[in-house]
Every structure is written in structure tokens, then in C-alpha cells.
């Protein structure tokens, strides 16, 4: 459903990914590791069309994305959420969700028409909101709800652009240790036909959701298997200096 193919990209003389390839089935659940300055950011923003790579070739559904621009990849069915939060605070949960939905449908073009009033786009907002836990909250304005709604809506706006893959940037950055669990919940409770890539410092949320773990090292792919693989591993207890021998 998503693969990289040897892609590698320098800013100057520093080479950040190097020759990342990476195979993601459908329905994949996989979680990226690494220590701060591995990459994981950068190759994510070359998947999503953020950053052009130097050399490699990137594929969606298979099909060669690589020269397509962010909209395009959207259109395709590749959607990000990011971790930093990237929402229209001044509007309701119910609109980014309607105006995300929208999009994806093509209900914005009209010069007339309001896309939050298309039966489609209403629906989508109704099964998005049921599935990230928001329907209670529909109604409340973004900028006077809590930091862990927020991320909520972040994988809702995502979720609503019907997408195949769904690429998550730290999803539990800044929550309590509360609202981590609920992420643990809300994501293992996503469709499984939808294939997900995270980027993840949480090990216990790491190891509970992923069928797969890549770690990254200064840009390469140092490993590539199974949690339980990944939890035996000497070189990743000496990358992470033993952050998961409880894991």
C-alpha cells in the first residue's frame, strides 16, 4: 500500500535519510522509532510531498507518487496528522471536521453553496466524530478545548479525508499519561483495512499497536521486524541506552 524505494535526501552535506526502504502492506499497522536528529520527521515529510528526495522513488497504492505535490498524494488517499497541532481554532470541532470532509468530496467549490450542509459531508462528520471519540464535543469551539481533544481532532481531520494511509507524527506528544491509554484505545479501534505509519517515542504505545517496528538511525533503517524481535535486540537497547528493557 505504501513503500519507499532507497530514498535518501541531504540538506547540504548532511545526508538524513539514507536509502530508506520501507514496505507497507494494507492494513499495516507500523510504528517508526528512533532517537532524536534519526530522520523519522524528514522521511515523513518526503512521503507526504513536504520535501522532494535527492534520490529514491515513493509509492502509493502502486503507484509512483514521487513527483506528485502534497494535494495530489491527499487526493490519492494520503493523509498526515501532524505533531504539532495545525487546526482553525476559531471554528467548531464539527467545522475543521466538515471543512476536512469537504475537501476530500469536492463539496467546496461551489460559489453559493455551504459544503457543511452536503448530507455527505454531515455523514462523514458524524462517523469520523463517532470513531475519534468527539460526537460529545461536536459543538464546542477548538480553542476552548483541552490540549487532548485537539489531538483528537488531528486524527479526525485526517480520518476524514477518507484516506488509505494515514502517516501519525507523535500522536501522544504532550498528553498525560491518561489520555496516552486513550490513544492506545482510539487507535487499535480504527477500521483495520486502514493502513497506519507512526512516528512514536512512546514505547509502551509502540509495542501495543504495531504489527511492524522500524528503527531509524541517523537516517538509516537499523531495523525492520516484529515487537517481539525488536524487544531481544541488543543495537536497540544500545541506540535507546535501555529506554525499553521493561517494555
Same mark, same amino acid.
Given at each position: 500500500?505504501?513503500?519507499?524505494?532507497?530514498?535518501?535526501?541531504?540538506?547540504?552535506?548532511?545526508?538524513?535519510?539514507?536509502?530508506?526502504?520501507?514496505?507497507?502492506?494494507?492494513?499495516?499497522?507500523?510504528?517508526?522509532?528512533?532517537?532524536?536528529?534519526?530522520?523519522?520527521?524528514?522521511?515523513?515529510?518526503?512521503?507526504?510531498?513536504?520535501?522532494?528526495?535527492? /534520490?529514491?522513488?515513493? =509509492? @502509493?497504492?502502486? /503507484?509512483?507518487?514521487?513527483?506528485?505535490?502534497?494535494?495530489?498524494?491527499?487526493?490519492?488517499?494520503?493523509?498526515?496528522?501532524?505533531?504539532?497541532?495545525? @487546526?482553525?481554532?476559531?471554528?467548531?470541532?464539527?467545522?475543521?471536521?466538515?471543512?476536512?470532509?469537504?475537501?476530500?468530496?469536492?463539496?467546496?467549490?461551489?460559489?453559493?453553496?455551504?459544503?457543511?450542509?452536503?448530507?455527505?459531508?454531515?455523514?462523514?462528520?458524524?462517523?469520523?466524530?463517532?470513531?475519534?471519540?468527539?460526537?460529545?464535543?461536536?459543538?464546542?469551539?477548538?480553542?476552548?478545548?483541552?490540549?487532548?481533544?485537539?489531538?483528537?481532532?488531528?486524527?479526525?481531520?485526517?480520518?476524514?479525508?477518507?484516506?488509505?494511509?494515514?502517516?501519525?507524527?507523535?500522536?501522544?506528544?504532550?498528553?498525560?499519561?491518561?489520555?496516552?491509554?486513550?490513544? =492506545?484505545? @482510539?487507535?487499535?479501534?480504527?477500521?483495520?483495512?486502514?493502513?497506519?505509519?507512526?512516528?512514536? =517515542?512512546?514505547?509502551?504505545?509502540?509495542?501495543?499497536?504495531?504489527?511492524?517496528?522500524?528503527?531509524?538511525?541517523?537516517?538509516?533503517?537499523?531495523?525492520?521486524?516484529?515487537?517481539?524481535?525488536?524487544?531481544?535486540?541488543?543495537?536497540?537497547?544500545?541506540?535507546?541506552?535501555?529506554?525499553?528493557?521493561?517494555?
Amino acid at each position: 500500500m505504501l513503500e519507499t524505494r532507497n530514498l535518501t535526501k541531504s540538506f547540504g552535506p548532511i545526508q538524513v535519510t539514507k536509502s530508506v526502504s520501507l514496505k507497507l502492506e494494507k492494513g499495516e499497522r507500523r510504528v517508526i522509532l528512533g532517537p532524536n536528529g534519526a530522520g523519522k520527521t524528514t522521511l515523513f515529510n518526503q512521503l507526504v510531498g513536504e520535501i522532494i528526495p535527492n /534520490a529514491g522513488s515513493i =509509492h @502509493l497504492d502502486g /503507484a509512483d507518487v514521487t513527483a506528485l505535490r502534497v494535494a495530489d498524494r491527499a487526493r490519492r488517499g494520503l493523509s498526515r496528522s501532524y505533531q504539532k497541532n495545525t @487546526l482553525f481554532d476559531a471554528l467548531t470541532i464539527r467545522e475543521n471536521l466538515g471543512l476536512a470532509a469537504a475537501v476530500a468530496l469536492g463539496k467546496g467549490q461551489g460559489l453559493w453553496s455551504d459544503p457543511l450542509q452536503s448530507p455527505e459531508v454531515r455523514e462523514t462528520v458524524r462517523e469520523v466524530a463517532a470513531l475519534v471519540d468527539l460526537a460529545p464535543n461536536l459543538d464546542a469551539t477548538v480553542s476552548a478545548v483541552s490540549y487532548g481533544i485537539r489531538r483528537q481532532l488531528e486524527v479526525g481531520i485526517a480520518l476524514a479525508t477518507r484516506p488509505k494511509v494515514i502517516l501519525m507524527d507523535e500522536p501522544t506528544s504532550g498528553v498525560g499519561p491518561e489520555m496516552s491509554k486513550g490513544f =492506545h484505545r @482510539l487507535l487499535k479501534s480504527l477500521p483495520r483495512e486502514l493502513t497506519i505509519l507512526i512516528i512514536e =517515542h512512546d514505547m509502551d504505545l509502540a509495542f501495543d499497536v504495531a504489527d511492524t517496528i522500524t528503527v531509524l538511525n541517523y537516517g538509516e533503517v537499523v531495523f525492520d521486524g516484529l515487537p517481539e524481535a525488536a524487544k531481544g535486540s541488543q543495537l536497540l537497547k544500545d541506540i535507546y541506552l535501555g529506554a525499553w528493557e521493561d517494555a
